[in-house]
């Protein structure tokens, strides 16, 4: 059974930084794409940043430069390191493959950027 669990969000000043965890059982990582996606309120999920099987790091435009997205094999856990955070990346962060698929969705993490 796979089960994926984000943690490490919380509430930033803009500007300030966070980094997140997704702890994944039951696929390994370095055989799949995985992705990070957020849902801000009123808005539809969406997809920010992914890392490939071969260690390929794409981003959307709405956090290139400021996000990083990195895996430990060894730790089994995707991380997304955010940098400059801003007030519109608000949201609930989740981990999921990518694509996505919808069995794997978790709880997700909340991020909130205000001052």
């Known amino acids: 059974q796979v089960q994926l669990v984000e943690s490490g969000g919380g509430l930033v000043q803009p500007g300030g930084s966070l980094r997140l965890s997704c702890a994944v059982s039951?696929?390994?990582?370095?055989?799949?794409?995985m992705g990070w996606y957020r849902q801000a309120p009123g808005k539809q999920r969406e997809f920010i940043a992914t890392?490939?099987?071969?260690?390929?790091?794409n981003y959307a435009d709405s956090v290139k430069g400021r996000f990083t997205i990195s895996r430990d094999n060894a730790k089994n856990t995707v991380y997304l390191q955010m940098n400059s955070l801003k007030p519109e990346d608000t949201a609930v962060y989740y981990c999921?493959?990518?694509?996505?698929?919808?069995?794997?969705w978790g709880q997700g993490t909340q991020v909130t950027v205000s001052p």
């Open positions: 039951g696929v390994i990582i370095s055989d799949v794409n």
């Open positions: 890392i490939t099987r071969g260690g390929v790091r």
């Open positions: 999921n493959l990518q694509p996505a698929l919808i069995s794997y």
